[in-house]
Nanobody, 121 residues
Framework: QVQLLESGGGLVQSGGSLRLSCAASGNFYSIYSMGWYRQAPGKQRELVADILSAGSPKYTDSVKGRFTISIDNDKRTVYLQMNSLKPEDTAVYYC???????????????WGQGTQVTVSS
C-alpha cells in the first residue's frame, strides 16, 4: 500500500520560511517525478514545483527564486524549502508522486493528505 507522509506545514509571518517534507512508502514500479501542488480556498489545485528523479526541477512562476525543491531518491523523499513567504502562498500543500511502469509507462499519480501552510501579513 502506497503512503505519502507530509510534514512541515504551519503558521508563519510574511517573509518567513518553512520546509515541507514528503516521504513515500510502499510499492512503486519506477518513480518518475515527485512534486508539490497547492490549493487555496475557492481556487483550483495548482502545481507549485516538481522534480524528476534524475533532477531537473520545475517551478510555477510565482514561486521562482523563493522556493527550492529537492529529492532524496534513496529515501523516496521530496522537500520544498519555502523562503520569503507571502500571504498569497497560503494554501493546503499536497505531495505528489508520478509512478510509471509497463506496459504503457503512463503516469500513475499518488497524493498525500495535504498540509496546511498559512502566511500571516
Amino acid at each position: 500500500q502506497v503512503q505519502l507522509l507530509e510534514s512541515g506545514g504551519g503558521l508563519v509571518q510574511s517573509g518567513g520560511s518553512l520546509r515541507l517534507s514528503c516521504a513515500a512508502s510502499g510499492n512503486f514500479y519506477s518513480i518518475y517525478s515527485m512534486g508539490w501542488y497547492r490549493q487555496a480556498p475557492g481556487k483550483q489545485r495548482e502545481l507549485v514545483a516538481d522534480i524528476l528523479s534524475a533532477g531537473s526541477p520545475k517551478y510555477t512562476d510565482s514561486v521562482k527564486g523563493r522556493f527550492t525543491i529537492s529529492i532524496d531518491n534513496d529515501k523516496r523523499t521530496v522537500y520544498l524549502q519555502m523562503n520569503s513567504l507571502k500571504p498569497e502562498d497560503t494554501a493546503v500543500y499536497y505531495c505528489n508522486v508520478d509512478d510509471r511502469g509497463p506496459p504503457m509507462w503512463k503516469p500513475t499519480l499518488f497524493w498525500g493528505q495535504g498540509t496546511q501552510v498559512t502566511v500571516s501579513s
